[in-house]
């Protein structure tokens, strides 16, 4: 069933426990470190029962409508539909949360493709791929908004994988179990979106050491279970004053927080990995679930760089520049790599993989491969849009307070005016650029960015696994068969 955005906020009010420094967070939704970001996660939520949009962001199935990003597709207009569905979720943020309620929800559906690839059972005998797809199940019912923490803490990686390996972190691991379930404790990182989410998923996306078999545990834990804590980074909601100044900013702050666990409970339903290092990152891998989630953070660096298009397009405008030859080149550019990006998604979709089983996937392959240029080319565009800005920003009144004094305001007007554009159009537009790219909401997305997969070695190592090279390396096997070494050496005059 489709939740509302009310429905959405009243599930937060969960006694959850959240951090900000010293200070414990009572409700989220009313928090001024919160509230804005809560209210657009509710406004998605929001979206999906718009009679506009309802086909485009959900599905019938048993006679009941689901989020969209929980169907399993059986064909390309199935991908197509999914793909246009985390279009619009993203663009109605302007591709600033990143972790907006179709990610995760991605992995879990991507993973209920194959779910035999889990195996194994635990507790009564129950197998791992029944519990997921309970879990998937409820998860579709519920419309649940789900979180995750899959990355260790630093020198808690396979030492083959990372270099070195500290045996005093306190990466997360199983610490007891019995018939009713697993209890578990320790840090995992890191949760973007958790203090607005009802579930997290714990797992393990990078290696884990071979005998380090505790710590492979994948499980879904209620945000609000008794141990779980979640410990903010420094929340940027704060410092917008006015939307006028931080349109961004004082809306589309996503957070990011540490998880931690304190002996906490897990039920065996909830359980889908445990006790098998490898198969706890290989269970995002063997099936579509990685490929998935990354599919929408590729959708969702689609709709972001739409909006960086635009703004780079309305400042050169807005300065009379865009009849300068070098500065038309600069918006070329920055429009060919959005239609690259655009032509890689969508072959994601039509050159899709057969699954074998009745559903289909998107193109791994062009997937890392599109995953890999977001991660590479963000920063490249960003400052492109800054060198057509030049100081413009710093000629800016200190915030908007000028505006509610009538002769201060005709001074403005007047003096910061441009022949393509008024003096508070020109403002309000500065504003924006500066929030994306100057301010610290804007130097936070330009780490996301470059790290939301993983570290660059990372994702190219998706591409190096997935790569046919027998196909290549057959190719140049097959031109060497072509032709033998000279039995003897031609004259000059041959």
């Not at 500290?166 to 697993?182: A, F, I, N, Q």
């Not at 339903?269 to 679930?289: G, Q």
Request: with cysteine; aromatic share 10%; glycine share 6%.
């Amino acid at each position: 069933m489709l939740r509302s955005g009310k429905e959405h906020l009243e599930s937060l009010r969960d006694g959850r426990v959240v951090y900000i420094g010293g200070e414990r967070i009572a409700d989220v939704t009313v928090h001024p470190a919160f509230r804005n970001a809560a209210r657009s996660i509710a406004m998605l939520y929001d979206l999906k029962l718009d009679p506009v949009h309802r086909d485009t962001l959900s599905f019938v199935e048993d006679n009941d409508r689901f989020s969209m990003y929980y169907m399993l597709p059986r064909s390309r207009e199935d991908l197509v539909r999914r793909m246009r569905a985390h279009k619009l979720i993203a663009a109605a943020s302007y591709g600033l949360l990143g972790r907006s309620p179709d990610h995760v929800a991605s992995f879990v559906a991507g993973m209920a493709l194959q779910p035999e690839a889990l195996g194994g059972a635990k507790g009564g005998g129950r197998a791992f791929a029944d519990n997921l797809l309970a879990y998937y199940r409820a998860a579709r019912r519920e419309d649940a908004y789900i979180a995750y923490a899959v990355i260790p803490p630093p020198g808690a990686r396979d030492p083959a994988f990372s270099g070195r390996i500290d045996e005093r972190s306190p990466t997360l691991r199983v610490v007891d179990e019995d018939d009713v379930g697993v209890t578990i404790s320790g840090m995992k990182l890191l949760a973007t979106g958790a203090v607005f989410a009802n579930e997290i998923w714990v797992g393990n996306v990078q290696p884990v050491a071979p005998d380090r078999k505790k710590e492979a545990i994948t499980c879904a834990v209620p945000v609000n279970a008794q141990g779980l804590s979640l410990w903010s980074r420094k929340p940027f909601e704060p410092q917008a004053r006015s939307e006028f100044d931080n349109p961004l900013s004082f809306r589309f702050d996503e957070s990011d927080s540490v998880v931690i666990f304190d002996a906490v409970k897990v039920p065996w339903e909830r359980v889908f990995c445990h006790d098998d290092a490898p198969l706890s990152r290989e269970i995002y891998i063997k099936t579509p679930s990685h490929s998935f989630g990354n599919h929408q953070a590729n959708v969702r660096f689609w709709a972001k760089l739409e909006l960086l298009l635009g703004l780079a397009s309305k400042i050169a405008a807005a300065g009379n520049l865009d009849r300068v030859p070098t500065v038309r080149e600069t918006l070329g550019r920055l429009a060919a790599l959005e239609a690259m990006l655009a032509g890689m998604i969508y072959g994601q979709c039509f050159d899709h993989e057969d699954l074998g089983n009745g559903y289909v996937a998107f193109n791994r392959r062009y997937m890392y491969g599109a995953l890999s240029w977001c991660t590479e080319n963000y920063g490249e565009i960003c400052d492109k849009i800054r060198e057509l800005m030049g100081a413009g920003v710093f000629l800016m009144p200190a915030d908007a307070s000028f505006l509610l004094d009538r002769e201060l305001r005709e001074t403005f007007d007047v003096y910061w005016r441009t022949a393509n554009c008024t003096a508070l159009d020109r403002l309000k537009l500065f504003r924006l650029a500066w929030d994306l790219l100057g301010s610290e909401f804007g130097t936070r997305h330009m780490q996301y960015e470059r790290f939301y997969a993983g570290p660059s070695f990372v994702v190219r190592d998706h591409s190096y696994r997935e790569c046919p090279w027998q196909h290549f390396n057959a190719i140049v096997d097959d031109l060497l068969a072509r032709y033998d070494a000279p039995r003897e050496w031609p004259s000059a005059a041959e």
